[in-house]
């Protein structure tokens, strides 16, 4: 049996919005010949993923962390650094990609046109995870594990995450040859604070209620989920407890933190002023 038609068919059923793809090529092969070379793999891929998706824009992001330390952002040609087939579908296959430093995404179709806004906020209200749930868009995770969900971020930004804070990182943004001062501002995790997510259970969730959908039986390995019921599910949870994201081994520090300060953590609770300049990458938002 052909492995791409139930793929095709477990898409059929979701709604025409755009298609945001998370990749694990080894863990996806199954959906592709045999390996012919690295280029041919590549592109057996990225032909599945257009056939899947028939008329759908492809999302994929083409993250670059770089920009945290080094302070520059080349829209052009600045290497995804998330997975050998998201740099390969930015340089063969898509037709834009986000002029949004560190988590940038590439894809097929119409340009998002997230705006003009400073300062950049890559989880916000403009960016290309509020359009993919304006759109009514679809989260594939294509081989990829329930973990790389990097969407879990707006859904925490729009509730503004208790444990979490804003950091702004500075720098140059070059596009079209010209290069520009930007500033990058997200929620990173607390400095020398761990926080771990329980997937596990955040997935079972999303499966007990219909949101998430397995290819096969119990199988992780693809999965699809509609990104607006996915948000409204996460935001209701998180307004009713604000670390249910979390693992339980994790929130007792984060709990007692948040108890002592009775708000919002701040990047005055974890860095100096001089660490929050710099705009180092002491702090990370994933």
Known sequence: MDPIKPLRKLLEACDAGPLMIHSDVLKASRFVPEYRGKRELLEDHCQVLRTVAEERPIWMPTFNYEFTSRGEFDVTNTQSQVGALTRYFHKEHANWRTAVPVFSYAGT?????????????????????????????????????????????????LCESVYRYDKSFHGKMIQDGVSRDVTAKFHVRPLGAAIEYDFNRLLQDLRDLGIAKYLNGDD??????????????WQRKI?????????????????????ELRRRFQISDFETNSESVAGNAVSRAA
């Open 220 to 233: 992780p390995t693809v999965i699809v989920a509609n990104a607006r019921e996915v948000n409204e599910f």
């Open 109 to 157: 179709g119409p340009n998002p046109s997230l705006g003009k806004e400073a300062p950049i906020q890559p989880f916000g209200p403009n960016s290309i995870f509020a359009t993919l749930v304006k759109r009514n868009g679809t989260i594939l995770f294509y081989g990829a594990p329930f973990g790389s969900v990097t969407f879990i971020h707006h859904s925490e930004h």
């Open 239 to 259: 307004k009713q407890d604000p670390f249910y994201l979390l693992k339980t081994s994790c929130r007792p520090v984060l709990e007692q933190k948040y108890d």
